[in-house]
Antibody
Framework: EVELLESGGGLVQPGGSLRLSCAASGFTLTNSAMNWVRQAPGKGLEWLSSINGGGFRIYYAASVQGRFTISKDSSRNTLYLEMNSLSVEDTAVYYC????????????WGPGTRVTVSS | DIQMTQSPSALSTSVGDRVTITCRASQSISDWLAWYQQKPGKAPKLLIYKASRLESGVPSRFSGSGSGTEFTLTINSLQPDDFATYYCQQYNTYPYTFGQGTKLEI
């Protein structure tokens, strides 16, 4: 059974950093593209970043380009999102998602991890 | 970036109603469109992919149609479990983009 579980969220001060993790089970990260999506309180969904199965094709939303870094550890079957220079606008629930193999729709989502940026 | 515009943003409905939600893309995305359902405090769930393909396990009262720039999600005979927020998403081109959501209210 495919499962995704995010961790690493919490309270951080403006300008601070945080690393989110997404532990995957039931499939291998090297065979799937993965994504990070966030949702600010009371707002809609925002795609942030994607990484392909091989890890060599990476994309970012303009809102996080240069501040966030997506990566993965195949040995741990875990996806990461390194977030730097955080601002209050980054406060959100962060979800990791899986692309269906050889497609692009997000067929599995984790339950999300909450990030709060506040002084 | 491709802008996705959903309408309406909210809809007051009743059990048994037939509901149609529209999603318009600012440029052609072929049929690279997905629909998701989200309930409060939960992660979104994939309902429809490739504009019209029903995800496994999703009730057949849900259907999708369209291609190019105009898409619709239809829910026939609305059930109590269907009251949620629905999002469209294009995955034709990066950056992937979502519509702003449509909240179905009783």
């Amino acid at each position: 059974e495919v499962e995704l579980l995010e961790s690493g969220g919490g309270l951080v001060q403006p300008g601070g950093s945080l690393r989110l993790s997404c532990a995957a089970s039931g499939f291998t990260l090297t065979n799937s593209a993965m994504n990070w999506v966030r949702q600010a309180p009371g707002k809609g969904l925002e795609w942030l970043s994607s990484i392909n199965g091989g890890g060599f094709r990476i994309y970012y939303a303009a809102s996080v380009q240069g501040r966030f870094t997506i990566s993965k550890d195949s040995s741990r079957n875990t996806l990461y999102l390194e977030m730097n220079s955080l601002s209050v606008e980054d406060t959100a629930v962060y979800y990791c998602t899986r692309d269906r193999v050889h497609a692009g729709e997000f067929d599995y989502w984790g339950p999300g991890t909450r990030v709060t940026v506040s002084s | 970036d491709i802008q996705m515009t959903q309408s309406p943003s909210a809809l007051s409905t009743s059990v048994g109603d037939r509901v149609t939600i529209t999603c318009r893309a600012s440029q052609s995305i072929s049929d690279w469109l997905a629909w998701y359902q989200q309930k409060p405090g939960k992660a979104p769930k994939l309902l429809i992919y490739k504009a019209s393909r029903l995800e496994s396990g999703v009730p057949s009262r849900f259907s999708g149609s369209g291609s190019g720039t105009e898409f619709t999600l239809t829910i026939n005979s609305l059930q109590p479990d269907d009251f949620a927020t629905y999002y469209c998403q294009q995955y034709n081109t990066y950056p992937y983009t979502f519509g702003q959501g449509t909240k179905l209210e009783i």
